[in-house]
């Protein structure tokens, strides 16, 4: 009787929920405006990420932000995309913030006095136009946002041999809500 008790304790232990909150994009917002698909969205930090980055541990974060048209029968088919790598430094002894965003094209970087505004301004994507609406069919297309968190930059070779070492922190994807749009060409 009291090893089926504790067998069901230890067993329930395995079975309850943790609650552990990590790092989170806010729900990609695509809508149509001026004839452009725009996206708006960002990520929530964890904790760790956090206190890593006040402790001077710099961070590298890409955001890519994929167009999908939606098939029902078939994978879905991917459209347009952007790739935004934005990078944050912090010097904890001259209370100094750093942060570069890079699209491909330009290369942008700001210093901040204040932490919660190198962040705000770094984690926040707002009205990006991704695609104008006279270049694709009438369907149905979701926006797809994965962002990634890369720990180190290990040479390609030392990466196969050590595959059991992690190179990123973290990768995370969300969808949109559908998109209907489109013109007849």
Same mark, same amino acid.
């Given at each position: 009787?009291?090893?089926?008790?504790? #067998?069901?304790? @230890?067993? #329930?232990? @395995?079975?309850?929920? =943790? #609650?552990?909150?990590?790092?989170?994009? %806010?729900?990609?917002?695509?809508? &149509?405006?001026? *004839? *452009?698909?725009?996206? $708006?969205?960002?990520?929530?930090?964890?904790? /760790?990420?956090?206190?890593?980055?006040?402790?001077?541990?710099? /961070?590298? %974060?890409?955001?890519?932000?994929? =167009?999908?048209?939606?098939?029902?029968?078939?994978?879905?088919?991917?459209?347009?995309? /952007? !790739?935004?790598?934005?990078?944050?430094?912090?010097?904890?002894? +001259? !209370?100094?913030?750093?942060?570069?965003?890079?699209?491909?094209?330009?290369?942008? *970087? +700001?210093?901040?006095?204040?932490?919660?505004?190198?962040?705000?301004?770094?984690?926040?994507? +707002?009205?990006? +136009?991704? %695609?104008?609406?006279?270049?694709?069919?009438? $369907?149905?297309?979701?926006? /797809?946002?994965?962002?990634? $968190?890369?720990?180190?930059? =290990?040479?390609? &070779? %030392?990466?196969?041999?050590?595959?059991?070492?992690?190179? !990123?922190?973290?990768? =995370? $994807?969300?969808? #949109?809500?559908?998109?209907?749009?489109?013109?007849?060409?």
């Amino acid at each position: 009787m009291v090893r089926t008790i504790l #067998s069901l304790a @230890f067993f #329930s232990l @395995f079975l309850t929920p =943790l #609650s552990v909150s990590g790092a989170d994009i %806010i729900r990609p917002d695509a809508r &149509v405006m001026n *004839e *452009e698909i725009v996206v $708006s969205t960002g990520l929530a930090l964890d904790e /760790k990420n956090i206190s890593d980055l006040k402790n001077g541990i710099a /961070k590298e %974060i890409t955001f890519y932000i994929d =167009l999908f048209r939606f098939w029902r029968m078939w994978p879905d088919e991917f459209i347009a995309g /952007k !790739k935004i790598v934005k990078t944050l430094r912090s010097d904890p002894i +001259k !209370k100094e913030y750093t942060a570069t965003t890079f699209d491909g094209t330009t290369l942008i *970087e +700001k210093r901040f006095k204040r932490f919660d505004s190198m962040l705000d301004w770094t984690l926040t994507i +707002k009205d990006l +136009k991704l %695609i104008n609406i006279k270049e694709l069919q009438p $369907s149905n297309y979701y926006v /797809k946002v994965t962002v990634e $968190s890369r720990l180190r930059q =290990l040479p390609p &070779v %030392i990466g196969y041999l050590l595959f059991f070492v992690p190179e !990123k922190d973290f990768k =995370l $994807s969300k969808d #949109s809500l559908p998109l209907g749009t489109g013109t007849e060409k």
